[in-house]
């Protein structure tokens, strides 16, 4: 999943029919995201706004289902519980106007296939809903999901993938993983499942002031995968992400620095 999601609205689907069909040819399942919308879909706002009608979301999502048969692992939105990155914020809305529609239509187009709802941040931000609310609201909803999908990045370049989590908030970070694991459980039942969709600690350097070192980055990325093999329902942990973005000032988690790979 460390590729750009698939865009609705998008006329230009040659550099995603490029890395799917390269992972396809190499054996490599794919996990792909269905996120934005076109301004003509939703009243000529940002491509964060919900559409304005549901079934033009469905529409998409059976469309890309068809283009690529080999794609049996979806996600629906990212971090929709932030206010960057889906409007309104609302669990509701996201339910009703963007995971249900396209679980049906998912399904319908592409038998086997999974599709994971949630995709949360591990907190909300300013104008956003902490993940702990966002499945309580999901499940108010009666969202159909068949895994529940979390980013549990640490919130603090001193917490490790087992401690330093805040155990009486509503964040969920890898540290409060079984959180997570409870809240899902109660809220969408025993069968579904988990997946750990982004995760990954910054470096020093680049990153001076949030950054960890290489060696405490492996040893955290090690404790991480440990972790997720361990717990119940976990099925996917994708680290994030492969190479540092060449932006010293945007995300600097990657296991290559911009010069290791040309």
């Known amino acids: 999943r460390d590729t750009e999601p698939v865009r609705a609205g998008s006329d230009d689907g040659s550099r995603t029919d490029l890395l799917l069909d390269g992972l396809h040819e190499h054996g490599i399942a794919p996990l792909v995201t269905l996120w934005g919308t076109p301004g003509w879909a939703n009243g000529h706002r940002a491509?964060?706004?919900?559409?304005?009608s549901k079934s033009t979301f469905a529409a998409f999502a059976r469309r890309v289902a068809?283009?690529?048969?080999?794609?049996?692992?979806?996600?629906i939105w990212n971090e929709p519980n932030q206010q960057r990155s889906l409007r309104p914020t609302s669990p509701r809305v996201y339910v009703q106007q963007l995971l249900n529609p396209a679980v049906a239509a998912l399904h319908a187009a592409s038998r086997g296939s999974q599709v994971a709802g949630g995709v949360t941040a591990p907190r909300g931000g300013a104008g956003g809903v902490s993940p702990v609310d966002w499945i309580k609201g999901m499940a108010?909803?009666?969202a159909k999901l068949d895994a529940y999908a979390h980013n549990p990045y640490p919130l603090s370049h001193n917490e490790t993938p087992t401690s330093g989590g805040c155990g009486h908030c509503t964040t969920i970070t890898m540290a409060t993983l079984p959180r997570l694991l409870t809240d899902v459980r109660r809220a969408f039942g025993t069968r579904t499942?988990?997946?750990l969709t982004e995760y990954g600690y910054q470096t020093n350097p680049p990153d001076r002031l949030l950054g960890v070192s290489y060696a405490t980055q492996a040893r955290y990325t090690a404790e991480a995968a440990l972790r997720a093999y361990l717990a119940p329902r976990v099925d996917i942990l994708i680290h994030y992400l492969v190479r540092d973005e060449p932006d010293p000032t945007r995300w600097q988690s990657g296991l290559f620095t911009t010069r290791d790979i040309a």
Do not use: D, E, G, S
Request: positive net charge; hydrophobic residues 45%.
């Open 140 to 142: 108010a909803a009666h």
């Open 66 to 75: 068809k283009r690529y048969p080999f794609v049996h692992l979806w996600t």
């Open 193 to 195: 499942r988990i997946w």
């Open 47 to 52: 491509q964060n706004w919900v559409p304005t």
